[in-house]
């Protein structure tokens, strides 16, 4: 494929709603957003124009925040309108689901009222395995399979809660609530072989649940899950108040505008190439007294 700068693109991985390009410097890919949108089981599938644009925008806005507290990630900086340049890691096949409220998966499982605030939040760990549904999985299936160590797992877990802090304050502060949503993490290498935990993927409405705080109004992908309609409409109020559009939005005689959203200005993530990352340590544990 031909992308920005004219040549032709090894494509390194390509997703439901995202590709994954060879980078343009080293160490790095290209993370392009597509406008495509399907259900989890793919059984409903959909173009929705303007969605990868708002998806690139909103991820990499709330990746600077996380950047700015202290939460290493894979974004460096936006290209254009759909695509985002990344720090290249080795993806840990783990998705890391947080969960506020009760909703989606949770709900039919245990029979929970859609809603229901949970006393603290909850994370849950599933496999990274389409084919085979991203099952559920606990921490001995995860240390048994090598997909990651149990330092790493604190790691992850660590960070989890702190984007899960940070994000229900921003979202607080513009009238949303955070349902849940999901976490990817990779690996990225040191010089001497040091192992760093890095926060990766997007965080966008396609993996966060926002609902309105007022009216409980869904401004996420269930919009289209659930046949809510005007899906872009929903993502659009989501960038509006994180002040990442204008107020107007990006329509225009109710199509999306391209060439509106093209002059939004480029997000560069100036923290992450200064930032000293923090190993992990990759030294055994020991085990507990008397075993």
Not at 111 to 122: A, V
């Given at each position: 494929?031909?992308?920005?700068?004219?040549?032709?693109?090894?494509?390194?991985?390509?997703?439901?709603?995202?590709?994954?390009?060879?980078?343009?410097?080293?160490?790095?890919?290209?993370?392009?957003?597509?406008?495509?949108?399907?259900?989890?089981?793919?059984?409903?599938?959909?173009?929705?124009?303007?969605?990868?644009?708002?998806?690139?925008?909103?991820?990499?806005?709330?990746?600077?925040?996380?950047?700015?507290?202290?939460?290493?990630?894979?974004?460096?900086?936006?290209?254009?309108?759909?695509?985002?340049?990344?720090?290249?890691?080795?993806?840990?096949?783990?998705?890391?689901?947080?969960?506020?409220?009760?909703?989606?998966?949770?709900?039919?499982?245990?029979?929970?009222?859609?809603?229901?605030?949970?006393?603290?939040?909850?994370?849950?760990?599933?496999?990274?395995?389409?084919?085979?549904?991203?099952?559920?999985?606990?921490?001995?299936?995860?240390?048994?399979?090598?997909?990651?160590?149990?330092?790493?797992?604190?790691?992850?877990?660590g960070q989890a809660y702190r984007v899960n802090d940070y994000l229900n304050g921003l979202f607080t502060g513009?009238?949303?609530?955070?349902?849940?949503?999901?976490?990817?993490?990779?690996?990225?290498?040191?010089?001497?072989?040091?192992?760093?935990?890095?926060?990766?993927?997007?965080?966008?409405?396609?993996?966060?649940?926002?609902?309105?705080?007022?009216?409980?109004?869904?401004?996420?992908?269930?919009?289209?899950?659930?046949?809510?309609?005007?899906?872009?409409?929903?993502?659009?109020?989501?960038?509006?108040?994180?002040?990442?559009?204008?107020?107007?939005?990006?329509?225009?005689?109710?199509?999306?505008?391209?060439?509106?959203?093209?002059?939004?200005?480029?997000?560069?993530?100036?923290?992450?190439?200064?930032?000293?990352?923090?190993?992990?340590?990759?030294?055994?544990?020991?085990?507990?007294?008397?075993?």
């Amino acid at each position: 494929m031909t992308g920005i700068f004219g040549a032709r693109r090894k494509v390194i991985f390509e997703g439901k709603a995202k590709i994954i390009y060879e980078g343009t410097e080293p160490g790095t890919f290209i993370q392009y957003f597509k406008d495509d949108a399907a259900t989890d089981d793919g059984a409903k599938k959909e173009m929705i124009a303007g969605k990868g644009v708002l998806n690139n925008r909103i991820s990499a806005h709330i990746m600077t925040k996380l950047e700015g507290i202290g939460v290493p990630t894979h974004f460096l900086r936006s290209l254009n309108m759909r695509e985002q340049l990344i720090r290249q890691v080795e993806v840990i096949p783990l998705e890391i689901v947080v969960r506020n409220i009760a909703a989606g998966s949770l709900c039919e499982r245990f029979g929970i009222k859609e809603g229901t605030i949970l006393p603290n939040p909850m994370i849950e760990f599933y496999y990274k395995k389409e084919d085979l549904k991203n099952p559920l999985v606990n921490e001995n299936h995860i240390f048994t399979f090598g997909w990651a160590d149990p330092f790493e797992l604190e790691e992850i877990v660590g960070q989890a809660y702190r984007v899960n802090d940070y994000l229900n304050g921003l979202f607080t502060g513009i009238g949303l609530k955070l349902v849940d949503f999901k976490l990817e993490f990779g690996r990225l290498w040191g010089e001497y072989d040091e192992l760093y935990i890095i926060l990766a993927d997007e965080i966008s409405p396609d993996n966060c649940r926002l609902w309105d705080a007022k009216t409980g109004e869904k401004l996420d992908k269930d919009r289209f899950s659930q046949n809510l309609g005007d899906v872009v409409e929903g993502y659009q109020e989501i960038a509006k108040r994180l002040g990442l559009i204008p107020q107007t939005g990006l329509m225009s005689d109710g199509s999306f505008d391209e060439k509106l959203a093209a002059g939004l200005a480029e997000i560069d993530n100036e923290l992450a190439r200064e930032r000293k990352l923090r190993a992990v340590n990759k030294t055994p544990p020991k085990s507990p007294r008397g075993v």
